[in-house]
């Protein structure tokens, strides 16, 4: 990694602190981890529940703040990503993996305290995935990073659901595979139209490595099991109809708009309409999709 950013001798602004942490990311994670407790079988006592969401954040956010610091360099090639606290010098390297670090270890301490032996340490695997198996070793040497790195972002709802249970079963193992499925359409179409970026900093993004017609036709492909994991839990018993048809009908438009993506034959970002609508779209897709399984189980 290389680390020579610029930095000023300034105090870290908590806001820069905060921007580490990936808020935005932070939100679905802490979400759909909210909705993996909720969904669960086992009631747990509000201040516990509470708790253990809090822990899931900070992991989230500590992971979030240890890809920023190992990317430093490579967020400074990039224009969407060059204002970021450290490649924009307002944070050094030193403070942001303290800030980190600190972050992860008091998650998984206080998450095996507050909960049991088992979601700790699935906090633990993943704040590793993210921050060693994606970033440190995937993401600049594979194009299929995003593929095996989403692992990382599907945990949240496992680690609530074993907060609050102790075991692990059917139901959130599918809504793993569910968020595993939905980061490789999800950030493709992303990257499709910002691969300029991902190109300039030598990252090896699928449309960079293979093309835009490619990752096209692979958005679709992934699409189809997606779809049919998240429809899943409703034939299988584990869920109501609310959920049911709520998956089947958004599972429907997400299909759609990956096709029409797959119709779209320009290079052009400019023109990428199809590819900004179905990345709009995956991140309601998630917070509808994990929302209406927890109105569907209190009902």
């Known amino acids: 990694m290389d680390q020579a950013v610029p930095t000023r001798d300034l105090p870290a602004d908590w806001r820069d602190l905060f921007a580490l942490t990936k808020p935005r990311v932070m939100t679905l994670v802490v979400f759909t981890g909210l909705c993996?407790?909720?969904?669960?079988?086992?009631?747990?006592?509000?201040?516990?529940?509470?708790?253990?969401?809090?822990?899931?954040?900070?992991?989230?956010?500590?992971?979030?703040?240890?890809?920023?610091?190992?990317?430093?360099?490579?967020?400074?090639?990039?224009?969407?990503?060059?204002?970021?606290?450290?490649?924009?010098?307002?944070?050094?390297?030193?403070?942001?993996?303290?800030?980190?670090?600190?972050?992860?270890?008091?998650?998984?301490?206080?998450?095996?305290?507050?909960?049991?032996?088992?979601?700790?340490?699935?906090?633990?695997?993943?704040?590793?995935?993210?921050?060693?198996?994606?970033?440190?070793?995937?993401?600049?040497?594979?194009?299929?990073?995003?593929?095996?790195?989403?692992?990382?972002?599907?945990?949240?709802?496992?680690?609530?659901?074993?907060a609050a249970t102790g075991s692990i079963d059917l139901l959130p193992v599918l809504l793993f595979s569910l968020i595993f499925l939905w980061t490789p359409p999800h950030f493709w179409a992303l990257s499709l139209f910002v691969k300029s970026d991902y190109a300039a900093a030598g990252v090896p993004m699928l449309p960079v490595t293979n093309g835009v017609e490619h990752t096209r036709k692979q958005i679709a492909l992934y699409t189809l099991p997606m779809a049919a994991v998240a429809i899943a839990p409703w034939p299988l018993g584990l869920t109501g109809p609310l959920y049911g048809v709520l998956a089947t009908v958004l599972s429907a438009v997400f299909l759609l708009l990956s096709l029409r993506v797959l119709a779209n034959k320009s290079t052009d970002p400019a023109t990428m309409g199809p590819e900004r609508a179905l990345f709009k779209f995956s991140i309601l897709y998630l917070f509808a999709l994990f929302g209406a399984l927890v109105v569907d189980r209190f009902l």
């Open 36 to 162: 993996g407790l909720l969904a669960a079988p086992a009631p747990m006592h509000p201040v516990l529940a509470f708790t253990a969401v809090l822990c899931i954040a900070l992991g989230a956010g500590g992971a979030g703040a240890l890809n920023m610091w190992y990317e430093a360099d490579l967020d400074a090639k990039m224009k969407r990503t060059a204002k970021r606290p450290l490649p924009g010098g307002r944070l050094s390297p030193e403070t942001a993996f303290q800030f980190a670090v600190g972050l992860c270890l008091g998650s998984v301490v206080l998450m095996d305290l507050a909960t049991n032996h088992l979601a700790a340490g699935i906090l633990a695997f993943s704040i590793f995935f993210y921050a060693i198996i994606y970033t440190a070793w995937l993401k600049r040497r594979t194009p299929q990073n995003i593929v095996i790195g989403g692992a990382a972002g599907a945990f949240p709802p496992l680690i609530g659901w074993v």
